[in-house]
């Protein structure tokens, strides 16, 4: 097999997984949860400004309990991250497959709560009963809802496609029609979730999310919490945008909540009192390294490749798609450099495409893991936070100083590649200036 | 007045374009509405729509949207196009396909 097919194939193959069902709604549910997690950074970046001394200047202005408030946002935002995640991907799911998705979800919901834990203990040993814990809806119960939310959503609608329930007679309301509708689904999703929690009661004393989290999500996220994987997670995402294909959305679909559950992870630390900056049990690729600190400018870190261009472009294809696409470039939109230059399948830029996001996340990942910048809490900035910015508000100086640097290595990386396609542009530039001064003279003579 | 609506990743990118877009569409005098919108999305968004454009980063959708969206015509934006924000060029490019 030659290494075009294989490369086909690879991309056959990514652009069927992302085909599938459940991935999409994965994706696509996963996203819904943003807003609220956006919005509860704002608090819990107010605070845990990354400023020295401000938490004790805080405290003599407003009092020791000056953040509680803030912090009661951030622990119904991120602290029920699980819950956003159930209701989310059954919804995505349910609503693709042109089911009732709304109430799938709150089945869904229901049945999340029947196999989590309804107690918690408290430091004296008492059982409290009657609650919710957020310890296990939030970050920690992130791959049990991902399970239980698709499994929901798939019976669901095998129900309502196959005409499982119970029909009401014509003339019925369509809405009391659609409470008995879901009747029999519920009945078989909450009996199975009953049975699900005996089972794990009865066979190891715990619940199906500590289950979950002890077989499954504790080896996912220490999987992605080193240097391998994330090169690889940085490496595949350009070679797919290299494709013309959306890599990020692909990949961030699926490893978005296990990097967010690892900024959880560390947020934890930081409530028990810890600090993150050198600390070895803290997370080091988080969601936000992948989010912010490999796509400056986008996805390629392609502001390297803009600021190349305006150092030395000659030729005006480049210069002129390099101005079109500084401004949305500023905000890491880069469509227009990926698309217009293009860099999709062009040789010349596979190199500093793939090499510099994967150089970008070394060089964060070395930052962390000698103590320079702290590792990420659970604070998060919009993607299209401009570069620098984002890393001050994310992990202080030393954010903005990793950012700078990795801006300054993506244009030292791209400026040769750049040069060797502007040179090609300018070259077809100036023998489509002279076959049109020979046209024009032939045309004299003639 | 026809209905365009154009898909991405997240409705960023194709916000720009719809802008230019809208630009071209006024100077043609060709009455349309012409709306940006994630993928997922596109049921909600785009199921009365006369014409649904994916951007190329997303044309990979294509066949799903088509499934989400029945009976409406599910194009992807010419590569270059896209990336010069060529206005001009997918509206006449919507224009060939819904008239």
Redesign the interface.
Known sequence: MGKQELFDKFLDYM?RF??IKAV?AL??GF?LTLPLTLAGSVFLLIANLPIGGYSDFMAAQFGAGWAAPLNQVAGSTFGILAILCVLGICY?YC??EGCDAITASLLALASFLIVTKGSVLTKAGEVVNDVIPKGWVGGNGVITAIIVSLLVAWIFCYCEKNHIGIKMPAGVPDGVAKAFAALVPGMIVFAGSAVVFFLCQALGGLTFPELVFQVLQTPLQNLTDNLVAGIIIAGIQSVL?WA???G??IVGGVVGPILTANAIDNQHLLDAGMSLLGNPQAKIITIQVNDVFIKSGGCGITLGLLISAFIAARSAQMKS?SK?AFV?GLFN?N????????I?FNPYFIVPFIGVPVIAMIMTYVAIAIGFMSPFSAVQVPW?TPTVIAGFLLAGWQGAVVQLAIVLMATVVYFPFMKIQDNIYFKEELDAVEGKGIETRNAEHS | MKKIVLL???G??TS?LVKTMEEAAAEMNYECQISAY?T?EA?KQASDADLILL???????L??IKG?CPGVLVESID??M????DGKGVVEFAKSKIG
């Open positions: 652009v992302a085909e999409a994706k696509d996203i995505k609503q693709a945008f013309g294909i959306h990020p959305n798609i079109l949305p939109i469509e227009p450099i990926i698309f217009g230059l293009p999709v299209t | 991405c990743a997240s960023m990118s720009m994630p997922s049921i951007g190329p980063q997303v044309r990979f959708a066949n799903k989400q590569m270059r896209y990336g010069r924000m």
